[in-house]
């Protein structure tokens, strides 16, 4: 089968490979890959800041295909099913424990830029019917972070969300937090994606390079009373400031890195707001499962900004790499 490696950890190591075809073992099925979205993830372990365990690799954690073969024992599931390989194959569900989180697609396991990949029958979501592979490829990370982002908020109509930028999980989390009735404040870099961040039905928006006290803003939006999520998505460099936006008895879900990992903050707002800071690394199968029949309710669209060839993936990690350019995610289809 055709396939891309990416053979060191590095932006111009992907080279076009022809691979033995996967067999599914017991218990798996074979998935003809058809599409693949990039996460901040992705570019993280082709630029070395991830360790791999070994090159060469198949890259890309999230994807969509349809099922060609059923291994031995495999029920529920039929060829020509469209269907969503989760990234942590072994996380079925329930909380996060080293097993679950031990194997990731596109790093200890083949990722989607392959024609064909075998995964546990286990580990598939039924890809929603109102979408296309490119837009159901979006889901794995980005909408499983997002869905559990609002339900580890408990959001109901009413409820304040504070989202930082305008990235998969942002957008995501803009079109849950919609659906679940609440009032949405999005700060970005970007008018031109403010107005999009508008168009998607977020209530108030923010831009972040034009108002850096954007927490005092969000504070003076809600009548002094802050955000009851603030979803995380950038880091170091804006925790501070999150923690200050929220409500007291708030969430801060806590995903994001692009803008560093290594924060000094004063735990005060923590202490006398009583705010929960929840951690997160993604979820499980039925974390994502949950999300698609969301996606599915609710007829959303994931904002894909730009669909490259397979014969692009280098362009189209550069992209991401580049930072604060794209809306959305950027997909790659085959
Ligand atoms: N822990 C988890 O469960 C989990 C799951 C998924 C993703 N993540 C992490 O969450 C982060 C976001 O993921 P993603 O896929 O949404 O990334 P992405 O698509 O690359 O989007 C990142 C966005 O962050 C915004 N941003 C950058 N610096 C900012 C700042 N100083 N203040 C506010 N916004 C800023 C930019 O938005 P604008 O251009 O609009 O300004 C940028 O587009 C990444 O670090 C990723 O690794 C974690």
């Given at each position: 089968m055709k396939a891309i490696q990416l053979?060191?950890?590095?932006?111009?190591?992907f080279r076009r490979a022809e691979l033995p075809d996967p067999a599914p073992a017991a218990g798996q099925v074979l998935v003809r890959m058809r599409a693949a979205t990039l996460n901040y993830l992705d570019v993280a372990i082709a630029t070395g800041n991830f360790p791999a365990p070994a090159f060469p690799l198949v890259p890309v954690a999230d994807g969509a295909g349809e099922i060609a073969a059923l291994g031995e024992g495999v029920s529920g599931w039929a060829v020509g099913e469209r269907v969503i390989p989760h990234?942590?194959?072994?996380?079925?569900?329930g909380g996060i424990t080293p097993h679950n989180v031990a194997a990731m697609r596109g790093l200890s396991l083949p990722g989607s830029l392959a024609e064909y990949v075998a995964v546990p029958a286990s580990s598939l979501a039924a890809l929603p019917a109102h979408l296309d592979y490119v837009h159901g490829a979006a889901l794995p990370i980005a909408a499983t972070t997002a869905w559990n982002a609002v339900r580890a908020a408990q959001l109901r109509p009413g409820s304040v969300v504070l989202l930082l930028g305008t990235g998969g999980v942002s957008i995501f989390a803009l079109q849950f937090a919609k659906a679940s009735g609440a009032t949405v404040i999005l700060a970005s870099s970007s008018e031109a994606k403010l107005e999009r961040a508008g168009q998607l039905g977020a209530d108030h928006l923010i831009n972040y390079r034009a108002t850096p006290a954007w927490d005092e803003a969000v504070l003076k939006l809600t009548g002094g009373r802050?955000?009851?999520?603030?979803?995380?998505?950038?880091g170091a460099a804006t925790l501070a400031r999150s923690l200050n936006a929220a409500a007291m008895g708030?969430?801060?879900f806590t995903v994001g890195f692009?803008?560093?990992?290594?924060a000094s903050i004063d735990l005060l707002p923590i202490i006398v707001k009583a705010l929960r800071v929840v951690g997160n690394n993604t979820g499980s199968v039925a974390d994502l499962a949950e999300a698609a029949r969301a996606v599915a309710a609710h007829k959303i669209v994931p904002a894909i900004d730009r669909v490259y060839d397979i014969g692009e993936t280098a362009a189209a990690y550069a992209e991401l790499a580049?930072?604060?350019?794209?809306?959305?995610k950027l997909a790659i289809a085959h």
């Open positions: 053979t060191a950890p590095s932006l111009d190591a990234f942590m194959p072994n996380w079925q569900g802050g955000a009851d999520l603030v979803v995380e998505t950038a708030g969430t801060v692009v803008a560093g990992t290594a580049a930072g604060g350019r794209h809306f959305g």
